[in-house]
């Protein structure tokens, strides 16, 4: 119980990671905002031009800098990565840098260069080592030149999409818009105090079936296939344990309301596969790559592995139980039209939603009351 209370505080302070993607995407008005025609068009445009940059550094830079050193990649992937976040973000944000720190704030700020650019862009590059190594045998620390390059274009392309969405959704709720959970982490540091019942109980579940996986599996197989399998293996159990945690999230929003949702099998997929398949595979490779060109380790352990699992069981897990309640809780203060999500997971969610409940008053900016 010590180490699962030890873990769900490592998970609050780390909790803006990548939580803002998944809040882009899954929940339901940010989703909206984000995926206007006019607003991708020009995202399309404006995700071009930092991976070009970020290109033409890296050649400028490979003779100078020894950058088949994995820190001084990672340090430089971080710098690239807080300049594209804050030029995407002014760009969809609209205003200058000045008028935007006046009226943001610094602390928005500090979380958009030091989240959204360095600590989400150095997570990104890391993915691209990883992904090379395991699933491809392209190991940075034997051919540098073309996974460091990957890493440095990739990772760039990333940062700039999401700090240019969040640069929109800023704009939009300066604006008026209702934009009920802004996706910087702090309704989720406000939910965990008053459900941590709930949060320990699934947090307990999501590390005790990380570690019996990975374990299984490690006593069955050994030898070189290991990093591949447990890859595999582990997402496969924590997004299962994630689905059910958002249908839990859900739940508990509905206590007391006499409603309970209906789910199709197909939408039930979708959300199977994308978020909770493909993030838990996303912050599995990440830790891969933490221990393989961070901390230098030749080879995991069936130790490591699970660590790693239980890590990514809670993460996934904590984030789905919170995005299942603030959606539930989303679409009794807003009318989500039908046709307004990509995400098929969420738009068949939102046919089988019931009429929500009138808009509470608001606060300047958009904000709302509670």
């Known amino acids: 119980m010590r180490l699962v209370s030890y873990l769900l505080v490592w998970s609050r302070d780390t909790s803006n990671s ?10 339901p008005q940010l989703n909206l905002l984000v995926t206007d025609q006019p607003v991708r068009k020009r995202k399309r445009l404006v995700m071009l031009a930092p991976g070009l940059v970020a290109f033409g550094i890296y050649r400028l830079l490979k003779d100078v800098l020894p950058l088949s050193d994995p820190l001084v990649l990672l340090g430089l992937s971080g710098c690239v990565s807080a300049l594209a976040a804050i030029w995407a973000y002014r760009q969809g944000r609209g205003i200058s840098l000045h008028d935007s720190w006046q009226q943001d704030g610094w602390r928005l700020w500090v979380w958009i260069v030091g989240w959204i650019g360095v600590a989400y862009g150095m997570q990104l590059s890391l993915l691209v080592l990883a992904i090379l190594q395991v699933f491809v045998g392209y190991d940075f620390l034997l051919h540098p030149e073309g996974p460091a390059m990957m890493a440095m274009i990739i990772h760039c392309t990333s940062v700039t999409r999401d700090a240019f969405e969040i640069g929109v959704v800023q704009r939009l709720a ?3 818009t209702v934009v009920p959970t802004f996706p910087n982490g702090e309704a989720l540091r406000g939910w965990l105090p008053q459900q941590i019942s709930i949060v320990m109980k699934w947090g307990g579940l999501a590390i005790c079936g990380g570690i019996l996986g990975s374990w299984m599996l490690a006593s069955a197989v050994s030898g070189a296939w290991q990093p591949i399998l447990q890859s595999i293996v582990v997402p496969i159990i924590v997004a299962s344990l994630s689905l059910l945690a958002f249908f839990a999230g859900e739940a508990l929003y509905e206590q007391g309301k006499n409603r309970r949702k209906i789910h199709t099998w197909l939408s039930c997929l979708w959300f199977w ?13 990440v830790l891969i790559g933490v221990a393989s060109y961070v ?8 130790m490591g ?5 239980a890590g990514t069981g809670l993460m996934m897990t904590l984030y789905s139980l919170f995005l299942g309640w603030r959606k539930s809780y989303e679409e009794q203060l807003i009318t989500i039209p039908e046709n307004i999500q990509r995400c ?3 738009m068949g969610m939102l046919q089988q939603s019931q009429a929500p409940e009138p808009v509470p008053s608001l606060l300047p900016h958009g904000n709302l009351v509670k």
């Open 18 to 27: 990548m939580l803002h993607r998944l809040s882009l995407r899954v929940l």
């Open 174 to 176: 300066r604006e008026g």
């Open 273 to 285: 596969m994308w978020p909770s398949f493909t993030f838990a595979l996303t912050y599995f490779l």
């Open 295 to 302: 901390l230098r380790i030749d080879q995991i352990s069936p």
């Open 305 to 309: 592995f699970a660590a790693m699992a």
């Open 344 to 346: 098929p997971f969420v």
